[in-house]
């Protein structure tokens, strides 16, 4: 491991990664290996997640073309210099912001997309222009092996290496000095990866999750609205990896009196889109591993939490599934209210005045997405203005994380840091600030002949007196 990583820095010394040439080469070869393994990749991601061939394309491969066909597109104008301006007092001169490559970066990513959070910010952090160690999720070990066996073949293997293993080993990587670590995954285990980088002041970007909500004002009192606000609903809390994502909608708020039309809706949509049969789903994901399906099964065990179910809470421990369910009001006070849920179970929290969601969201930690179905100017702004999220979308769900051209990251326990196009070149780069000055011509401060400059404390008072000049002119820039 060790030689490995010293073969890295090693690499990014001698300077290959910063040409362009280099850049968009592997941004390239990246797309040859997507374009060239999709039925690998589709087998891979089948074997871990139970991902149909559509929801893998749409969350997985087409992210990862798009993704690196639009660095390409845009590599050259982010690696261009910007003007910075300058007091006139400076004048010759001129300024200009360059960015450059952090260095050597580690890169931890996530199971549940496990092709996507893996590559998405590793084509940032070859479009900045640095060396790589990327450490896929043993949780999902069919694309851990994937990644593992087809990045080399491909990617320039002396600035672009992977690891694999368990926890064991990224505690290890963890041990060891990085210019950036960028980690998608858990709260507690983003905690160790801050603990680990401050030993080294490590600069980090943290992609988490927390409990995303989606709230729905009386736009339901609209049949046709109604509709696409479930459709969207469903989509986006069981279409990503059943509700296995940081970015699902974790549970949804709505007035009391038009509760029961959107849960109609919701079971309509629900059966539809993926069947009501348990044995018999269709694309929908199974659960990762035993112990998460464990962990969401005794959420529903809590008696009262039972209670709540309208709809669904059937499971195959076999076969690692749990069918789309839909729970109303379960105790405030009980976990999956509490914790993020990240599975295929909807609570339903019904509220007096749709205007209480912005309190009721306040209460919890800083979501990464909040969603919102609603047409209120007022409201919209009020969302806005009094809530502190990640992101915020109108009347869909989960579409912002495939803009390019919109930042996605969290906010305090949602995380920190943010990538997705420029965000993700900026994310791994150093905005270095460069002034180039005039050697003519050249002022001088004039002093009192009598002086001599025999006392200090009068050098000291005329070096105040030239200094107050120029923050004064400071001031005065160019036109």
């Known amino acids: 491991m060790e030689e490995s990583i010293a073969e890295l820095r090693e690499t990014f010394r001698s300077g290959t990664t910063k040409s362009v040439s280099w850049r968009k080469k592997q941004l390239r070869a990246l797309l040859d290996l997507v374009n060239e393994n999709e039925d690998s990749i589709f087998q891979a991601l089948d074997q871990d997640l139970g991902k149909s061939r559509v929801e893998s394309y749409r969350d997985e491969i087409g992210v990862i073309k798009k993704s690196a066909a639009y660095s390409l ?38 199971w549940n997309f496990p092709i996507t959070l893996a590559l998405d910010p590793l084509i940032g952090a070859i479009s900045a222009g640095n060396t790589v160690l990327l450490k896929p999720s043993e949780l ?75 709230i729905v004002d009386n736009t339901l009192s609209n049949p046709s609205k109604a509709k696409v606000t479930a459709k969207r609903i469903v989509g986006g809390k069981w279409g990503p990896c059943t509700g ?4 699902a909608i974790d549970y949804v708020l709505v007035e009391e009196k038009l509760a029961s039309t959107l849960i109609e809706m919701v079971k309509k949509y629900i059966k539809r889109f993926y069947g009501d049969d348990l044995k018999e789903l269709k ?17 529903l ?68 997405v909040i969603y919102a179905f609603t047409e209120n100017e007022t409201f919209k702004k009020r969302i806005l203005s009094e809530t502190s999220s990640g992101s915020v979308t109108f009347n869909d769900s989960m579409i912002q994380f495939l803009c390019d051209s ?31 000055r005039a050697f003519y011509p050249e002022l001088e401060p004039r002093y009192p002949p009598w002086t001599n400059f025999k006392f200090s404390f009068l050098k000291l008072a005329y070096a105040f007196d030239y200094f107050g000049l120029i923050l004064l002119m400071s001031g005065f820039r160019k036109s």
């Open 406 to 436: 919109l930042p996605f990251g969290g906010v305090g326990q949602s995380g920190f840091g943010r990538y997705h196009g420029k965000y993700s070149f900026d994310t791994f780069s150093h905005e270095k600030s460069v002034l180039h």
């Open 73 to 110: 597109s845009c590599l050259d104008k982010w690696m261009a210099p910007k003007k910075g301006e300058l007091p006139l007092l400076f004048f010759p001169a001129k300024a200009e912001v360059m960015p450059e490559p952090l260095g050597v970066v580690l890169i931890f990513s996530s």
């Open 283 to 299: 694309s929908i994901s199974r659960i990762v591993n035993k112990h998460q399906f464990q962990r969401l099964a005794n959420l």
């Open 244 to 247: 296995q994502a940081c970015i």
């Open 301 to 368: 065990k809590d008696p009262h939490v039972a209670a709540s179910v309208v709809y669904g809470g059937s499971v195959d421990e076999e076969k690692l599934v749990i069918e789309p369910t839909i729970l109303l009001d379960p105790p405030l006070d009980s976990e999956i209210m509490n914790e993020e849920i990240f599975g295929p179970l909807l609570p339903i929290i019904t509220l007096k005045n749709i205007e209480e969601s912005i309190e009721f969201i306040n209460s919890k930690p800083n979501p990464l």
């Open 140 to 214: 999902a070990p069919a694309c851990m092996s994937f990644l593992t066996q087809t990045i080399p073949r491909y990617l320039d293997n002396k600035a672009i290496k992977v690891i694999g293993g368990g926890a064991d080993v990224g505690e290890r990587l963890l041990e060891l000095k990085w210019d950036k670590i960028f980690f998608t995954g858990s709260p507690r285990v983003g905690r160790l990866v801050m603990t680990a980088a401050a030993k080294y002041l490590t600069p980090v970007t943290l992609e988490l999750g927390g409990k995303c909500p989606a």
